[in-house]
């Protein structure tokens, strides 16, 4: 991938990377190829996770055309790993980038046991304030399960840190 540039400012994308690589992001589920694979901050579906970009692009059109298949399996495989895991029915995928220049990908899985007004709404339809914050221990099981797909489907590389494992106090 195209190296970040030091111009860049830094999103909450290039935080959670930079504490991803570091082992301070608990959400971790894996290193990928292309990037962390990691819950997201709020689980209004169970399983919503993201794929977030290392290093830091703005934009997927910012990746060289190899960079950017591969970015996109990752994400695909993510979603494979997620739909067996968690017996959802079908996965939605997001890639916006109109708040800051930084790619990620929201990897969303839907359940046929939505409440019936958000189950065919597309995901910015729930209220995501009033959704349970990640928590390491409720999602372990689960992560650990995501974690062994992702190994099985060979898109693993070896993460240097349990995630979360130097989280400051």
Known sequence: MKNETATESLTAIHTQVIAA?????????????????????????????????DPVVPDLNSLGARERIAFLSDMSRLGD???????????????????APALHAHVIPRYPDEPEALRSEQPWA?????????????????????????????????MRFTPGANLEG
């Open 21 to 53: 690589r570091e082992g301070r992001e608990p959400r971790v589920i894996a290193r990928l190829f292309t990037g962390w694979a990691v819950f997201g901050e709020r689980q209004f579906v169970r399983g919503y996770a993201l794929l977030l970009p």
């Open 126 to 158: 729930y209220d995501w304030a009033a959704a349970p914050a990640f928590e390491r221990a409720a999602c372990q099981e689960l992560a650990d399960g995501v974690l062994r797909e992702l190994t099985r489907l060979g898109v693993t590389k070896p």
């Open 81 to 99: 790993a997620l739909l067996k895991v968690t017996g959802a029915a079908r996965i939605n995928y997001a890639i916006f980038g109109n708040q």
